[in-house]
C-alpha cells in the first residue's frame, strides 16, 4: 500500500535496478573464514572486468536517459559508465550493498560464493559484527526507493546501477508501495528487473 508521505507517480513511470558487471577480480577461489574475510575487502574495491559489457538490450533500454543512478563502489560506477556513457552518473553511497562478515568458521575451506550464502543466511539471523543488520538495510532502502520515486514523479524512467542483494531489498520495497515488477532479482551480472508504476 502507498503511503501518504511518499511521492505518487504518474502512470507508466519507470525505475530500472541493474546489477553491475562482473567485477575485476577472482569469482571463486577456494578460501578459509580469514581468506573470506579479506576476500571481502578486495571485492568492494574492485573495479568491471574490461570483458564484462553490458548486453545490448540493456544499453538500448538507457538509451534515452540524461542520468544514472549508482552506488559509487568501482564496479558499480565503471559498470553504469559502460552502460550510459551518455549520460550524468548520479553516485550516492545510501545504493551500496548490504554488507557480509565473514564467519569464524575454522578448520574449513570453501569458495568464496559458498561463503558468502553462508555469510548472508547468519546475517538474516543476526550475524552483523560492525556493519549494517538487515533492520538497518531495509531503512536504507526505503530512503534509496524515495530518491527513485522523486525522480519519476512525473511519469518518467530513471535507472539505477548498483547491487545485487540491496536492488532486491530496494525491489520489495517498490512492490509495497505500488509498482508492478517485470523480470526477477537473481545472482548474475547485468541481471535487470523493471519496476513500472501502474
Not at 545490448?56 to 542520468?67: K, M
Not at 522523486?150 to 545485487?164: D, M, P, Q, W, Y
Request: hydrophobic fraction near 40%; glycine fraction near 8%.
Amino acid at each position: 500500500m502507498t503511503g501518504t508521505s511518499h511521492v505518487i507517480p504518474k502512470s507508466g513511470a519507470r525505475i530500472i535496478l541493474v546489477r553491475h558487471g562482473q567485477p575485476d577480480i577472482a569469482l571463486s577461489p577456494r578460501t578459509s573464514h580469514h581468506g573470506f574475510a579479506g576476500y571481502i575487502d578486495d571485492y568492494e574495491a574492485a573495479g568491471l572486468d574490461p570483458q564484462s559489457l553490458p548486453p545490448r538490450e540493456l544499453a538500448d533500454l538507457v538509451s534515452e536517459l540524461q542520468s544514472v543512478f549508482t552506488s559509487g563502489r568501482p564496479r558499480a560506477h565503471q559498470s553504469a559508465a559502460a552502460l550510459a556513457p551518455h549520460a550524468k552518473l548520479v553516485a550516492d553511497p545510501l545504493f551500496a550493498e548490504a554488507p557480509l562478515a565473514a564467519p569464524p568458521i575454522p578448520l574449513l575451506k570453501m569458495s568464496a560464493p559458498k561463503w558468502a550464502v553462508v555469510s548472508r543466511i547468519l546475517w538474516h539471523a543476526g550475524f552483523h559484527p560492525g556493519i549494517e543488520n538487515y533492520r538497518r538495510a531495509r531503512k536504507r532502502a526505503a530512503q534509496a526507493a524515495d530518491i527513485l520515486m522523486e525522480e519519476v514523479k512525473g511519469g518518467g524512467t530513471t535507472a539505477l546501477v548498483a547491487h545485487g542483494y540491496f536492488n532486491a531489498i530496494l525491489g520489495r520495497v517498490l512492490r509495497r508501495r505500488g509498482f508492478v515488477r517485470e523480470g526477477s532479482h537473481r545472482a548474475r551480472y547485468w541481471n535487470t528487473v523493471v519496476y513500472e508504476w501502474p
